[in-house]
Structures are given as structure tokens and as C-alpha cells.
């Protein structure tokens, strides 16, 4: 009986033995330092309404900094005509205002600069010009004078702004056009040391994704240079679907001259629409042959030739 009280006493001894062992890894889990999180200083100084008058148009807006404009009515000006300014006008009428505030920062003077909002911004400025010319009536003499604004602090920094126009434009649902957004990523890689990978997460993008969109506008400003007459920026579509062709890519990577020459056929208007760099990447894929290549090329070499005739040419082939 001694025996077994003893060998209950030693499977009980065992058993506390484990359960502080148990306890003590417990403790050990536990005992973890957490991570601590960053929380990010609000950008925001202060929500109030701006008179017009006091509102400056960005000319680094990225969908007009290629122009380099520096005059407020110029801006003005391509705002309406070119960025639906226009549209824009007609909204803001039928609603009585603007419903949507605008990111400004101030500036000098009293002044403060329109960081996200300057096509409402330049519509609402047109609605003023067009009540100060007697061609419109408001129905008191506040209506349109003044913008509901979100105030950014002033001491912000170029890639924190950048970060934030990136969540409204980049993948907000007011999005850019692609140009813009591989404008906004060329300055966010060459001036903020951002990564693609980064820009990727904050936006839930893929890195290749935004890669393709940097090299994209990589080749835009080379093309801009290499035919300084032609409107480049319009030309960013053709070199994004150049970068979504593995094809095009692998050929540009054993010939150095290749991209060149893809850009004389679109200078020479060979190439007239982005969805035709589909058509020259098939030239180049597994399907094709050296001989039905060798006919296309013969047809895009050809003085006034044309990417339709070399695919008709190839196909025939």
C-alpha cells in the first residue's frame, strides 16, 4: 500500500510538475512585447469655407504640370476646356454648390492653394466670372462665393501630400487618368525614395502593377524629348501596353535599338492607337515564324506603312 501511495504521490508530483510547467509556458507566451503601432499625426489643421477669391489653381496638378503653365486664368482655362471643367460647371449649378470639400494648404498672403478639387475649383471660379459679367444671377450675393475646404498643415512635407493624393487619386474612387498616375509615381520613386512594393501596399496595388506604370512614364518623357513637337503626354497609353507585352519586353532586352524604332513608327504614325502594341507583340511571340515576322516588318518598313498592313500581311502569311 506504501508503494502505491508512493507511486501516487509520484504521478501527482509528476503532475504538478507539468501543470506548472504548463503554466509557465502560458506565462512565457504572454509575457511578448507587443508591437507597438505608429499612429500617424493628423494631416488635417482645421474644416472652413474659403472665399473663391482666396483659392489659388495648382499648376503642379498632375493633370497639367507637363504644360508648365504659371498664369491662374491659363489654368483656369485648360481646366475647363480639357479636364470636364465644363461638366463640372453644370453640376455645381444644378446643386447650388459644391458638395465635396477641397484639400488646400495655405500660402502666402491670406492665400490658400488648392491641393485636390482645382477642376471644381476652376468651375466655381467661372460661375463667379460669369455672375461679375452680369450673365448669371444668383439668388443672394453669397451663392458661389465661398468653397468648403479641408486645410492641410502647412508645414507638410511634398511626399506626405503625395501620399495623400495618391489614396484619393490613385486608388480612390475619383481616379486619375493613367498618365497622372505615372506622373505621380515617377516623383514618388525619384523624390520620396518610395518602392514599388510600398506604393503597391498603400494603394493595394500589385508591384508590378505600379512598375509597369513607372517605366511607362519613364518611356513617355524619352519620347517627349526624342520628338519635342508632339503632345507626349497622350502618348503614355502606347507605352503602357508596351509593358504589358512580355513580348515587346523580352525584344527590347536583346536589341538595344528596338524601342527606338517603335518610337520612330509611332512618331511616323505607324502605330496610331495603344491597342496596336497588341498586334506588334504578336509578331514576336511563340506562334510567329522568322519569314512571317520578315513580312510584317517589310510592310512597317515601308513608306507609308501601316501596323494593319503588316498584320494583314503577317496573317496571310
Not at 505608429?38 to 472665399?51: T, V
Not at 491641393?115 to 460661375?127: C, H
Not at 453669397?142 to 479641408?150: E, R, S, T
Not at 508645414?155 to 487619386?169: D, P, Q, T
Request: overall charge positive; charged content about 30%; hydrophobic content about 35%.
Amino acid at each position: 500500500m506504501a508503494h502505491r501511495r508512493n507511486a501516487k504521490n509520484v504521478k501527482s508530483a509528476a503532475n504538478t510538475k507539468s501543470a506548472k510547467k504548463i503554466k509557465t509556458s502560458k506565462k512565457i507566451k504572454t509575457s511578448k512585447k507587443a508591437k507597438q503601432i505608429a499612429i500617424e499625426p493628423s494631416l488635417i489643421q482645421c474644416r472652413k469655407e474659403i472665399l473663391i477669391e482666396n483659392l489659388l489653381l495648382d499648376p503642379e496638378n498632375y493633370r497639367i504640370k507637363y504644360l508648365k503653365l504659371k498664369k491662374q486664368s491659363d489654368i483656369k482655362e485648360q481646366l475647363l476646356l480639357h479636364e470636364d471643367g465644363r461638366t463640372m460647371v453644370k453640376k455645381i449649378l444644378s446643386a447650388g454648390q459644391i458638395y465635396e470639400e477641397s484639400y488646400v494648404i495655405p500660402t502666402r498672403g491670406g492665400k490658400y492653394l488648392i491641393l485636390e478639387g482645382n477642376t471644381r475649383g476652376a468651375a466655381q471660379k467661372k460661375i463667379n466670372d460669369l455672375i461679375a459679367d452680369g450673365n448669371l444671377i444668383p439668388q443672394s450675393k453669397c451663392d458661389f462665393k465661398k468653397v468648403k475646404c479641408i486645410v492641410l498643415k502647412p508645414s507638410l512635407s511634398n511626399a506626405k501630400i503625395r501620399r495623400l493624393l495618391a489614396e484619393l487619386h490613385l486608388a480612390g474612387k475619383r481616379q486619375w487618368k493613367p498618365t497622372s498616375k505615372g506622373a505621380m509615381i515617377w516623383d514618388m520613386i525619384n523624390e520620396d525614395a518610395e518602392t514599388f512594393q510600398s506604393i503597391g501596399d498603400l494603394l493595394g496595388s500589385s508591384k508590378k502593377n505600379i512598375e509597369d506604370l513607372y517605366k511607362a512614364y519613364k518611356l513617355t518623357i524619352k519620347f517627349g524629348k526624342k520628338y519635342p513637337t508632339l503632345n507626349f503626354t497622350h502618348f503614355f497609353s502606347y507605352w503602357h501596353e508596351f509593358y504589358k507585352k512580355d513580348n515587346l519586353q523580352k525584344q527590347a532586352a536583346n536589341d538595344p535599338n528596338f524601342i527606338d524604332w517603335v518610337m520612330q513608327l509611332v512618331a511616323d504614325k505607324v502605330i496610331t492607337e495603344h491597342k496596336q502594341m497588341r498586334v506588334l507583340g504578336e509578331f514576336y511571340g511563340t506562334g510567329s515564324t522568322p519569314e512571317a515576322l520578315k513580312k510584317a516588318l517589310e510592310e512597317l518598313n515601308k513608306p507609308g506603312g501601316h501596323i494593319s498592313k503588316a498584320q494583314e500581311a503577317y496573317v496571310n502569311f
